[in-house]
């Protein structure tokens, strides 16, 4: 299992920091995600915000979604 987080440009250092002290490897930690729909289509569950462009986004690659 490995894990891709988006956190933000204020987030992104304790984000790394809590993830380092979980897990050894497997996590990505970005500031923005630029293609999100090929992050999408890569996942095999994504936890979002409810936002109309991410639902109707995710309803197109037909990913199991928590909002």
């Known amino acids: ?4 987080h988006q956190a933000g440009k204020l987030d992104i250092e304790i ?3 809590k993830y380092s002290e979980l897990l050894e490897d497997n996590y990505e930690v970005v ?3 630029s293609d999100m729909s090929e ?12 936002g109309a462009l991410t639902v109707s986004e995710l309803i197109q690659v037909e990913r199991p979604v928590i909002f």
């Open 31 to 33: 500031p923005f995600i």
């Open 39 to 50: 992050a999408f289509a890569k996942a095999s569950l994504v936890i979002a915000r409810a």
């Open 1 to 4: 299992m490995s894990f891709f």
């Open 15 to 17: 984000t790394q920091k």
